[in-house]
């Protein structure tokens, strides 16, 4: 919540509109992880823009090392101040499209929504809207521990359990795709010299027609060893995952995908 006023504050400052979803020609869903890395900890941010049909036309990404420390917690280190610096970075690359896409006084990024629903705009303009749960408003997707990898292993991912609806088939495709787009080659089945990841969902109890909700991704080597685990913390609508997952399995897994690549071997040629 505090990400999505910082940037719609931030756009504002740039001239661009900021309106209702209703009055929206485009909507502007947010994604952020916090992690650790050699300089300190480190926040990454994605911004998918859609249009009023909700097809992505644009992506918007950058990250900004907000302290030179590192902490178990990464989000413990993230304060307003380097919220500030992020919307402004993210502020500039969404001015610098929507004044290619339209005229800056023609094109408006609509207000606020902090909900983990997507925005569905049916006017002129866009909205500033956290992507969909899980993978919003600020998941976590932080290596807890990490081991040196042997290049060209192949990589397994098994199907998620304890994941409601069509999650246990729908995180683990998505966490497929997103791997092998990143150089990880990943198999079908599993090989006794491979890495495999394994997922796992947590549901917790509903409250106010919320509901927590816990990804982990754990890579573990060939030896059978974990070597690393991927968390993500958020809440979600009651029972919206009962069913299907839809885009929240494919926004989960791309943000928990980065992280886990950074782990899994690549091959060399």
Known sequence: TKMVNALTAAAKQKNIPVVDPK???YSVMGLMQAGKETRGSRVTYIGDITDKTGKRVKRIQGDEIVSPKKSGDPWALVDDAALDRV???????LH???TGAKTPEAAAVAGAQPTARQAKPVSSTASLTPAPAPAQPRPLATPVRAAAVKPDLTVYVQSVSGAPGDGQTSLAAA????????GVRVTETKSPNGYTVQGNVEMGAAQDGKQ?????WQ???PSG???SNVVQRNQVDENSLDVTWGPTADAAAEAASVEVAKIVPRPTT
């Open 219 to 221: 890579v573990v080597d």
């Open 87 to 93: 919307a402004a970075k993210a502020a500039t690359d």
């Open 225 to 227: 060893k974990p070597v």
């Open 212 to 216: 927590p909700i816990k990804i982990s």
């Open 175 to 182: 966490m497929r795709k997103h791997l092998a787009s990143q």
């Open 23 to 25: 009055d929206a020609d």
């Open 96 to 98: 610098a499209w929507l």
